[in-house]
Structures are given as structure tokens and as C-alpha cells.
């Protein structure tokens, strides 16, 4: 255990390079500036580009702000923005290449949009005829959202030990059938219906049994994750054809539809989508159901059926108090800035027009049908744990079992 996070460690020490490689590089700037070709070019954020015909881009790279000319003007009572960079470029290929961008040209750039010396970006290459153009795409953020990803894991495998890292494997294996899988087969034009019953099965079977192990609660979680996504697939469905639901409540399905040149099913998409997102939180009540009444059996071997299931509803109805409210708080967050939008066009448009919009009742849907997913899980895996149980003989736990037992399992 030591040795694996003394390795995790090294793994974070050899990543700090990358976070300090721009300021390593800053005293290079004027030798380079005097052997260096200067491209001009303007930014994605400029509005007006000089090129009326869309070209694929060519190449992407990361850049690192050199030097930024500042200008500042006023517009109607608007501050306007022009900022000259000079950067650098950092990838193989085109290495210790300097480029200069006009960003903004004269617009209101936001905060995220006005940039420093150090910042590393992202750049886009363009072909117009024989000559290069390059455009501002975005910050490289990767070296800190890698270094967060590190953090996560060390975290886990510490406070958590070896389940905490089947836990992780598990995660890596419904990323895996998410990308591999599901989204190629959407795309495709396939029944999302039997697509997902097929991906959602396969990322229950091999999470579940990843994160905590082949043991008879185990399988009674498993059993009763099965039998409660069948039972909320079909409400969810009943929810989608009562509210008029056609899955395209955003622009984000107008534009998929339009570029993917197969039929989608966007209902489809969006029933997917709700199936797709109750699988985490019913492993965690299916699991934490099974534990629960595992151990108030351990705990009294005369306890039976009826006082299992029981017990196992008081503290399923607690749990879900709990996650039926952590479910909705999660879809609002997702999709705040969305709702402060609707809030401000309040004024003038009704209330009731509002809460009747698609995207409104998209929300709804997959809050309710995750809520209810929550509440048939909590008595469908009690009552199958009940019955396993109640006649079930516990063998005595090891020394090792007792030193790292717990009752809630995530």
C-alpha cells in the first residue's frame, strides 16, 4: 500500500515540470524574436475576420504569451479591448515559433477572453490558399486538470484503500463503455432503447462487482439495479410521450442533428440520456440497502424477514430524503446559468410559458425519473435482501475483514 502511494507521489512530482515549464522559458524571448519568423494573424474572438470562406483547421497548439500590447478604447459607453500577443509556440513541430495575434480587435472581451504573459493557450492553424492563418481557441488548462485528477486519486486510494481503487477501476471501465460503445452506436442511427439497456447492463456488471467484490450483497445489488432500471425506463418513457417530449430542448441536439448524418432518434437520446444518469446513484442505494440489512442480520442471527425489511425501509427512507434532494440540487447546477437566463427573460415572458418550454420540462423529467428510480430502489433491493437473509448462515469474518469493514460501501 505504501508503495503504490509512494509511486502516486513520484506520478505528481513528475508533472510539476509541465506547470513551470513557461516561466523556464521566458529568457529565451529576445534571441528567438531575432531568428524567428513573425506570422500575423487575427483571433477566433475577432468577429470580423478578413476570411469570408470557413477552411478546416490544420493543426492545433499549444502557445505561450510572450509579450501583450494592450489597447484600450470606448464605445457608446463600452470598454473596447485590443490586445497584440506574442506567442510562442510550444509543440514539436513547430517548436520555439513566434506568432502574433490580434485578440479582440476592438470588442468587449470578457475576463476569460483577456489574456497574460505566461498564459499558455490553445491555437488553430487555418490554410488560405498557401498562406497560414492561426486563431486563439481557447486556455490549455490540461497540467491543472490533471493534477486535480491526481489529487482525486490519491485521495481515494488513501482514505479508501483497495476498494477505493476497484472503485476508480470501475469508473475507468463506464467511461470505457460509454466511448467505446454507447455514444459510436447513437451515432450511428441505432436503437438507443436496446443500446442502452445493453451499455447500461454491461457498466452495472462490471462496476458493481469491480468496486465491491463477489460477494451475496453484492448480487442482491446488482439484481436489484437491474429490476429497478427496467421498472424506471419505463416511467421515464410514460413521463417523455405525457409532456410532449422530443429531445430537443436544446441547441446543443439542433446542432448534433445536424452535423451526424444519420436518423438520430433525439427522444431516444434523451431517454438515454435519463437512463444513463440513474446509474450511479442507484449503485449507491441498491449497495448501501444490501450492506445495511447484511449487517443487522451479523449483527442478531435471529433477526428475520420481517424485521430485516424493516429496518432496511427506516434506513432507506432516510436515504432517500437525502438523495432525492442531492438528485435535484445536481440538475439545477448543471444547467444554472441556463435557469438565471430563463429568470431574466421572466420579465417578459409568463411564468407559465416558461415552466411549458421543452427544455424546462427535459429537466423535470430527469429529476422525477431519477427520484423515482431512488424510491422503487429502496424497497425492491430491502425486500430481496430480506428474503436472502433471513435464511441466510453467515460465516465469521477474518481479523482482516473486521480491521477494514464498513457498512456503507460507495
Not at 448524418?261 to 437520446?269: K, M, Q
Request: no cysteine; aromatic share 10%.
Amino acid at each position: 500500500m505504501q508503495k503504490f502511494i509512494y509511486t502516486i507521489g513520484l506520478i505528481v512530482l513528475s508533472f510539476l515540470p509541465t506547470y513551470t515549464f513557461a516561466q523556464d522559458q521566458e529568457s529565451e524571448l529576445v534571441d528567438e524574436l531575432e531568428t524567428t519568423k513573425i506570422v500575423e494573424y487575427n483571433s477566433l474572438e475577432n468577429d470580423n475576420l478578413q476570411n469570408d470562406q470557413y477552411t478546416e483547421p490544420d493543426g492545433f497548439y499549444r502557445a505561450e504569451v510572450q509579450a501583450v500590447d494592450t489597447k484600450e478604447g470606448e464605445l457608446l459607453g463600452r470598454k473596447l479591448i485590443t490586445q497584440n500577443l506574442t506567442l510562442k509556440i510550444l509543440n514539436k513541430d513547430k517548436k520555439n515559433a513566434i506568432i502574433v495575434v490580434e485578440n479582440g480587435g476592438g470588442t468587449d472581451l470578457q475576463e476569460s477572453q483577456i489574456y497574460k504573459k505566461g498564459d499558455v493557450l490553445v491555437v488553430v492553424r487555418t490554410m488560405v490558399g498557401d498562406k497560414e492563418q492561426y486563431y486563439i481557441q481557447d486556455r490549455y488548462r490540461l497540467p491543472g486538470l490533471l493534477g486535480m485528477v491526481i489529487f482525486f486519486l490519491i485521495l481515494t486510494v488513501i482514505f479508501t484503500g483497495k476498494q477505493g481503487m476497484g472503485s476508480i477501476l470501475g469508473l475507468i471501465a463506464s467511461v470505457g463503455v460509454l466511448v467505446g460503445y454507447l455514444v459510436p452506436s447513437l451515432l450511428n442511427g441505432q436503437n438507443p432503447v436496446l443500446i442502452t439497456f445493453i451499455a447500461s447492463f454491461s457498466i452495472i456488471t462490471l462496476t458493481i462487482f469491480i468496486s465491491h467484490g463477489f460477494r451475496t450483497r453484492t448480487f442482491i445489488a446488482f439484481i436489484s439495479m437491474n429490476l429497478t432500471l427496467i421498472l424506471a425506463y419505463g416511467i421515464s418513457a410514460i413521463f417523455v410521450y405525457l409532456a410532449q417530449m422530443f429531445g430537443v430542448g436544446s441547441e446543443d441536439t439542433f446542432y448534433l442533428a445536424s452535423i451526424v448524418n444519420a436518423d438520430l432518434d433525439l427522444r431516444g437520446i434523451l431517454l438515454a440520456g435519463v437512463i444513463v444518469g440513474m446509474l450511479g446513484v442507484l449503485d449507491d442505494v441498491t449497495v448501501a440497502q444490501a450492506a445495511t440489512i447484511d449487517e443487522i442480520k451479523r449483527a442478531n442471527l435471529n433477526t428475520k424477514f420481517k424485521q430485516l425489511y424493516k429496518a432496511g425501509m427506516s434506513v432507506g427512507r432516510d436515504h432517500i430524503a437525502s438523495l432525492v434532494n442531492t438528485l435535484a440540487l445536481a440538475y439545477v447546477g448543471s444547467s444554472l446559468p441556463l435557469f438565471l437566463l430563463l429568470y431574466i427573460n421572466s420579465a417578459n415572458v409568463p411564468i407559465w410559458v416558461t415552466l411549458n418550454s421543452e427544455f424546462i420540462g427535459q429537466e423535470l423529467v430527469r429529476t422525477l425519473s431519477g427520484s423515482i428510480a431512488i424510491i422503487l430502489a429502496v424497497p425492491i433491493t430491502s425486500f430481496i435482501a430480506a428474503k436472502v437473509f433471513d435464511k441466510y448462515v453467515h460465516k465469521p469474518r477474518t481479523e482482516k475483514e473486521k480491521t477494514h469493514h464498513h457498512g456503507h460501501s460507495h
